[in-house]
Every structure is written in structure tokens, then in C-alpha cells.
């Protein structure tokens, strides 16, 4: 986990352990082959996105689950199925810190071979996640009762 500065909020990032997880759900969904490659490491991979956040100071949700799509995309570090790890570990992790997307499949599926095939930065990702998120249903309860008070008092 990691603390941001913005708004003191600690960000939930995923595991080497969830990511792993995640794609033994997509192989048991969409059958491919199972395992990592052998010259790759699935936790170098992570720590390339721990590095950015880090080192670059990025705290914004949208900016690092660019990252999580674009390190296992372009890591590849399973035998099959890396995109599909991309983009359900990006959308895991947006939900696990309290941000829901939403896409058609038809698109989704452009993006990340887009992603894979490095045809887009990590700053078009990221505009395209913040076009199509929706607020969780616990954040837009919250944000209600925010506004209530706020702008009940007068």
C-alpha cells in the first residue's frame, strides 16, 4: 500500500500473488497455457510500476492502473493470456481503490492490443480510463451526505 500525498489516502495496490490469481481465473474462463515465461519475472514486472510511483510521484488511481495494463502487457510475463491479465489487473485495481469502468468489449479489446503493441502512450491510457469511469455507489453515498451538509447549512 502505498500513501499519497494529495489527499492522504493509501492506495491498495495489487500482488504479485493477486496478479497471479487473476490469471489462473482468465486461463479457467478462456483456456491458454498456464504459467510464467522463464525469462521473465512477474515481480520485476510489479516493481516497474512501484518504481513510477514512487520515483515519478505518481498517486493518481487512473495513472497507475495505466501502468499495471502497460508493465504486463508489455512484459509479458506469462505464456499466454497477458492482455487479458493487463486489462483485468487495471480495471482490479481501479475497483479495489473505489473506481468502476466501463467500456464496450469491442473497444477494450482494441486498447490493449493497442497497449501490447506499444501503439499507445501511458498518458492516452490514462485519459482514456478517467473518459470512462463511473463513481462506485459507496463513493456517490458519501459524496450525497458531503453535499448534504454542505450545502444544507445555510
Avoid at 75 to 101: C, E, Q
Wanted: net charge negative; aromatic share 8%; charged share 25%.
Amino acid at each position: 500500500m502505498i500513501e499519497t500525498s494529495e489527499e492522504q489516502k493509501v492506495i491498495k495496490m495489487l500482488g504479485e500473488h493477486q496478479v497471479l490469481l487473476i490469471h489462473d481465473y482468465i486461463l479457467q474462463e478462456i483456456p491458454g497455457l498456464s504459467g510464467l515465461c522463464r525469462d521473465k519475472s512477474l515481480a520485476a514486472t510489479l516493481h516497474r510500476i512501484d518504481d513510477h510511483v514512487f520515483y515519478d510521484g505518481i498517486n493518481n488511481l487512473f495513472e497507475i492502473a495505466a501502468l499495471y495494463a502497460i508493465a504486463i502487457a508489455q512484459g509479458h510475463p506469462f505464456l499466454d493470456g497477458n492482455k487479458r491479465t493487463a486489462l483485468v489487473s487495471m480495471v482490479s485495481f481501479l475497483s479495489l481503490n473505489g473506481i468502476t469502468v466501463t467500456a464496450q468489449n469491442d473497444e477494450i479489446e482494441d486498447i490493449m492490443v493497442n497497449v501490447a503493441e506499444k501503439k499507445i502512450t501511458q498518458a492516452e491510457l490514462t485519459s482514456w480510463l478517467k473518459q470512462r469511469y463511473l463513481v462506485t455507489e459507496l463513493f456517490k453515498k458519501g459524496l450525497k451526505e458531503m453535499q448534504e451538509k454542505i450545502f444544507n447549512k445555510s
